[in-house]
């Protein structure tokens, strides 16, 4: 019913900014929210931030807060997530995804996937 495209990712430097997009498509896409995740190789799936087509934001509750930014242009039904100052601590494969009901935090409760972006950040 969703359909997910992350693109943006790359090769950046430490101290750079790097904006991800997400394009969503498919016919009921208006039933969800859509979030951002990222996994680091040996670490677990971390949310960073979600984003209703009303423009609710929802951000984690421990220290990543405030790290980033997520956006969206309905028009374009796309959604943004925005990071100043890389480290080589956000390499990561980000993930955006879609869902309908549930812990907007946890990842096992979205419903659909892209495949993902990977930004690997060098020193």
């Known amino acids: 019913q969703v359909q997910l495209v992350e693109s943006g990712g790359g090769l950046v430097q430490a101290g750079d900014s790097l904006r991800l997009s997400c394009q969503v498509s498919?016919?009921?896409?208006?039933?969800?929210?859509i979030g951002w995740f990222r996994q680091a190789p040996g670490s677990e799936r971390e949310f960073i931030a979600n984003?209703?087509?009303?423009?609710?934001?929802?951000y984690p509750e421990d220290s990543v807060k405030g790290r980033f930014a997520i956006s969206r242009d309905n028009p374009r039904d796309t959604v943004y997530l925005q990071k100043d100052d890389l480290s080589p601590d956000d390499t990561a494969i980000y993930y955006c995804?879609?869902?309908?009901?549930?812990?907007?935090?946890?990842?096992?409760?979205?419903?659909?996937w892209g495949r993902g972006t990977q930004v690997t950040v060098s020193s």
């Open positions: 995804a879609a869902i309908y009901r549930g812990d907007l935090r946890n990842w096992t409760q979205y419903n659909y």
């Open positions: 498919g016919p009921t896409l208006g039933s969800y929210s």
């Open positions: 984003i209703k087509w009303s423009g609710v934001k929802t």
